[in-house]
């Protein structure tokens, strides 16, 4: 069975999207796996390509390789919870979503989770307790300086634009979801997901809190939850004036994403 990832900016709904998958009969997801990326610095350096092809392995070959390690990882963790098929949920991935393209190839599906961005940016300003420089997002300070709510939506932009840009050149590879949806009409919105991934629709997974899941980092919060409950507008506790300029900022990417018309 084809391979998968849920890809999606940080607190964007991922873990809990993570559950609802691993409760499915056939498909296993781990925790946070994280190894990929390390595995991309090796596939993106030509100092180790180089040394690679002196010993015969050209691009292809290195490709190959890397395939077969990464999936006999994801398919030993399938097949030791008795499950068909593997899916990861890891954020960072967005960075390398090209990446595994090349090395898990056609056959390998893409759930593209989107969220409201001011909510993002509230959640991640909470959560790194307002101080971006432990956060995804610290390359922006300097841009939004003492705004960790704007620094935290730049990132929330850069990475949107990243997935939209690979969902527009694999579409077939791609099924958007969008958090607000999902998580507050789980009923309605799920069940076309999994039609994508070909498999059956199993009312279980509406429960996914009735069954035993691996959890890694991050994952607390979605582990006392006991349902779907969407948490959304967070941000319209901002000052109004911050709030505009937000919406200036991230307008055209929320446009594009159907939340701005």
Same mark, same amino acid.
């Given at each position: #069975?084809?391979?998968g990832f849920i890809v999606g900016v940080y607190r964007s709904g991922t873990t809990l999207l993570r559950y609802v998958l691993d409760s499915h009969p056939n498909i296993a997801?781990?925790?946070?796996s994280n190894f990929l990326n390390g595995l991309a610095s *090796?596939?993106?350096d030509e100092w180790y390509r180089k040394g690679l092809q002196g010993m015969g392995v050209d691009d292809q070959g290195l490709q190959r390789?890397?395939?077969r390690f990464a999936g006999a990882l994801f398919d030993d963790y399938a097949v030791a919870k008795g499950k068909q098929r593997w899916f990861d949920k890891t954020p960072s991935y967005v960075d390398i979503i090209?990446? *595994?393209? +090349?090395i898990f190839g056609e056959q390998c599906r893409y759930i593209m989770l989107y969220r409201h961005g001011l909510d993002v940016a509230n959640s991640m300003s909470r959560m790194y307790e307002n101080d971006v420089?432990?956060?995804?997002?610290?390359?922006? +300070?300097d841009q939004y300086p003492g705004a960790p709510h704007l620094t935290n939506l730049r990132y929330w932009m850069e990475q949107c634009e990243k #997935?939209?840009?690979?969902?527009?050149a694999h579409p077939a590879q791609c099924f958007r979801v969008k958090y607000e949806e999902y998580s507050a009409e789980p009923a309605r919105y799920l069940p076309p997901l999994f039609e994508f991934l070909d498999e059956a629709w199993d009312p279980q997974v509406l429960e996914f809190y009735k069954q035993q899941h691996d959890y890694g980092l991050q994952d607390y919060k979605a582990e006392e939850s006991k349902g779907f409950m969407p948490n959304t507008g967070t941000y319209q506790s901002w000052p109004e004036a911050e709030i505009a300029q937000a919406m200036e900022i991230a307008g055209p990417t929320l446009k594009k994403l159907g939340y701005l018309s």
């Open positions: #069975m084809p391979p997801v781990p925790p946070e *090796l596939h993106g390789h890397l395939r090209e990446f *595994l393209h +090349a420089n432990r956060g995804p997002g610290k390359k922006y +300070a #997935m939209l840009a690979f969902e527009a």
